[in-house]
């Protein structure tokens, strides 16, 4: 996103808080992959959504990355902007690499732990696990490695569905 696209949507945010009165607005940035911006670019980002919004709103930040790319100095980042964090493995190996393979072919999981491991260093920012439910996965394993990170909260959301890919047929009353 280029920064004049945040700063606009920044001025939205900010002129719709302010017609409600919100004291708060809660901005998520997610889908592909944020991290891939780099640090300087993410907070110029940042400072131009911020700034469209008056002082008396606070905007919270989060982010959901798949962890691959974490390092300090992303943590420094976020410690400046106040943005909370939310990584997105799918369990063990077998069941994260299903669909979280790089571009070379080999395993994201060892880097997607190490993200893991650095975010629960500073504890106030780590705000949770999100896993894809895959039917493929084994439903206790896949909770087992993630509870073994103590996150402080796991989400589980389903998989998304398009014309050329629909989910499976309801078993359902209807």
């Given at each position: 996103m280029d920064a004049e696209v945040a700063a606009q949507a920044g001025r939205h945010?900010?002129?719709?808080?302010?017609?409600?009165?919100?004291?708060?607005?809660?901005?998520?940035?997610?889908?592909?992959?944020?991290?891939?911006?780099?640090?300087?670019?993410?907070?110029?980002?940042?400072?131009?959504v911020g700034a469209g919004v008056r002082d008396d709103t606070k905007v919270r930040f989060e982010l959901q990355t798949h962890g691959t790319l974490l390092t300090e100095t992303w943590l420094d980042v976020f410690e400046r902007y106040e943005v909370t964090v939310g990584i997105s493995p799918d369990g063990p190996a077998p069941a994260n690499d299903r669909h979280r393979l790089p571009h070379r072919g080999r395993s994201s999981t060892g880097c997607a732990v190490r993200g893991v491991e650095l975010l629960r260093t500073r504890p106030h920012l780590f705000v949770g696990?999100?896993?894809v439910i895959d039917l493929a996965n084994d439903p206790v394993e896949v909770h087992d490695r993630l509870a073994s990170f103590?996150?402080?909260?796991?989400?589980?959301?389903l998989p998304h569905a398009t014309h050329n890919d629909p989910p499976p047929p309801s078993t359902g009353c209807g």
């Open positions: 945010i900010g002129e719709h808080a302010a017609a409600h009165g919100l004291p708060s607005v809660n901005v998520v940035l997610h889908g592909g992959e944020p991290l891939l911006a780099g640090p300087r670019h993410l907070a110029r980002l940042l400072d131009a696990l999100l896993a103590e996150p402080p909260v796991i989400d589980f959301g």
